[in-house]
């Protein structure tokens, strides 16, 4: 029987496996279950796709969108291995071909969106032919309240009914405790043998600044950090997205709009240009890029704050999946605290599940507005301890200083108090600094004690203020009242003069933080030539084979060659990312551009 390390080396062209690669293979090989947790860029499809190479028969990989799909079987075609999928683009005669494939054991993958795995049709199908595992992808979705939830992953507890001695495996990069134990009820897994990875992403640096402008703070952060660079920017509505795409384009960016109002072809269209060139940026509704594979996304911004610490973790985790320097950049204001606590009100849920996203939005205003390191907030909330600041993030990189903000904090609570609980941030900043307008007047709000008291403070500082003590929970947003601010049982010693209170103090001006590069611009200058005359060519590859440049090599590999300069198959071999199949496929077009580098006087 072949090995998965011969599997590993000859077909992926790597020379070893990564943390718990081989235990989790080594577990499904032996017919056993598993639940997996591992971050964004860790390693996740060769725990089913090795295994499903080494047993007989075929797997089925379960996948939540169709854009993942058809990524995933083009790479595996690109390194020789018989893979398809099964989803609603396909005629009927292409599915003919598909189900026919698999019945005369022609296939060793299939991919299946859910709703169509739960079909009779489809169970009948694969009752008859040898299945050798089920992959569950994005496992995180079968929980009810998640993220991301799909209610189809709900009735993937059939295949435990159906096959019960056939391995099944869920995959995520991103739950918590709770959404981990979701995941292994509902699938029947809690008899698993559980895999955790660590969720640290060492290589993307955090950043959480205030809003001030925004899409000029994207643009500076673009230009200066970015030009040229294949990134994400999010945000909440599709008219944002529209607009911003649109703005980011107008001042030189590649910007391309993303969302599900869009038609199919334009969405498959702008995807297409984002995954095969090099400097687009996509402007996208949180709909884009779940499983998307493309490892030389540089930078993930958000324009508007996660609903959830989970989205955050997973939509930044798009970064980098190389392996390089990324950023996770987000600019955040109080106005977004507002729309998402209205979001939730209006949203079609329980009483419960509207607390419980109450709770993870708390959690991920506390990350906002945190002084420490933002990585050992992030993994703390997944259960994981971090014993060192990390040193990469902006707290890390500039700490904010903190100030004793007690009196201000008090007259900041007590407006809201004197001013009934009914106003939105913006009035009661006006009541505390004096303004004279036509509401303030309107509301007999010159007459109460609070008002003039705060003439120290900026608007911007008062801001702050509110907005960190919505974070504390001394204040909630009232959503049946439009954004107004009202005092929580937390903030009565703070009145009374028994609590301290620190907060951190905020920078009016912007610092720059030092620019990480990429390991291809520390190349030696002789290297980066050859490196960007290996780009070239994979260029002209793709380009011809209509695929992604990184489905013929991705930078990591490219890099490695420039350095080590192999000259025969056996040396190119050794470098990760060349198999059997693509070493014959490509070897000799690669091996030429690097001869002609290492002996120019024979070129």
């Known amino acids: ?152 992953y709900l009735q993937l507890s059939l295949l435990a009914e159906h096959f019960p001695h056939v391995p099944r495996i869920a995959l995520t990069a991103t739950a918590d405790m709770r ?22 992403r060492p290589n993307i640096q955090y950043r959480i600044t205030e809003k001030r402008q925004a899409r000029e703070q994207l643009l500076r952060f673009i230009q200066h950090e970015h030009p040229g660079q294949c990134g994400i920017v999010y945000c909440l509505s599709r008219k944002r997205v529209e607009d911003t795409a649109h703005w980011l384009s107008l001042r030189g960016v590649q910007a391309l709009p993303y969302h599900a109002g869009m038609s199919n072809e334009e969405r498959a269209l702008h995807q297409q240009r984002f995954l095969q060139e090099d400097a687009i940026v996509m402007v996208a509704t949180i709909a884009f890029g779940m499983g998307i594979d493309k490892p030389d996304v540089r930078f993930v911004a958000h324009l508007d704050i996660p609903k959830s610490i989970e989205g955050y973790y997973q939509e930044t985790g798009r970064a980098g999946r190389d392996g390089e320097p990324a950023t996770a950049w987000m600019a955040y204001g109080f106005n977004d605290v507002v729309l998402l606590s209205n979001m939730l009100k209006e949203s079609s849920g329980s009483e419960e599940h509207k607390r419980r996203e109450h709770h993870k939005l708390d959690a991920m205003l506390g990350l906002c507005e945190a002084a420490g390191c933002r990585r050992q907030l992030l993994l703390k909330y997944f259960g994981e301890e ?44 006006s009541v505390l600094r004096g303004a004279d307008n036509e509401n303030i007047r309107r509301h007999h709000h010159q007459m109460v004690s609070t008002y003039g008291i705060g003439q120290d403070l900026s608007p911007h500082a008062w801001r702050s203020i509110y907005r960190q003590l919505v974070a504390m929970q001394l204040v909630i947003v009232d959503t049946e009242a439009y954004g107004a601010l009202k005092l929580t049982e937390a903030c009565r010693p703070v009145l009374k003069g028994e609590q301290t209170v620190w907060l951190r103090q905020e920078q009016m001006s912007t610092k720059t933080t030092p620019k990480r590069t990429a390991k291809s611009a520390d190349l030696h200058p002789e290297d980066q030539a050859l490196f960007q005359a290996l780009r070239g060519l994979r260029k002209r590859l793709a380009e011809f084979e209509k695929v992604p440049p990184y489905i013929i090599f991705n930078d990591a590999t490219l890099i490695q060659m420039a350095e080590e300069r192999p000259l025969t198959q056996h040396e190119l071999m050794r470098i990760n990312g060349v198999g059997d199949k693509k070493r014959d496929k490509y070897g000799a077009d690669f091996l030429e551009i690097i001869h002609q580098h290492e002996y120019p006087e024979e070129a």
């Open 179 to 200: 959404t981990r134990e979701e995941i292994a009820q509902r699938l029947g897994l809690t008899q698993a043998r559980h895999f955790v990875s660590s969720f640290d």
């Open 386 to 429: 971090a014993p060192e600041p990390c040193g990469n993030c902006d707290n890390c990189l500039h700490p904010p200083q903190q100030w004793d903000a007690t009196i201000a904090v008090q007259k900041a609570l007590s407006c809201i108090y004197r001013t009934g609980e009914r106003f939105g941030v913006n009035h009661l900043i």
């Open 1 to 152: 029987m072949t090995t998965p390390l011969h599997v590993l080396n000859h077909t992926f062209g790597y020379q070893q496996f990564r943390g718990q690669q081989a235990a989790i293979i080594d577990t499904l090989c032996a017919g056993n279950n598993a639940l997996v947790l591992m971050p964004t860029g860790g390693g996740k499809s060769l725990c089913y796709q090795v295994p499903a190479l080494v047993r007989p028969g075929c797997a089925v990989v379960v996948s939540p969108l169709i854009a993942l799909m058809q990524d995933q079987v083009d790479t595996l075609k690109a390194l020789g291995i018989d893979a398809a999928f099964l989803n609603s683009t396909l005629s009927f005669d292409a599915v003919q071909k598909v189900e026919r494939d698999l019945r005369q054991g022609h296939l060793k993958l299939l991919y299946v969106a859910p709703e169509r795995l739960t079909q009779p049709r489809t169970l009948a199908l694969l009752r008859s032919v040898n299945i050798n595992l089920f992959a569950i992808d994005e496992a995180h979705c079968v929980a009810q309240w998640g993220h991301d939830f799909r209610a189809d």
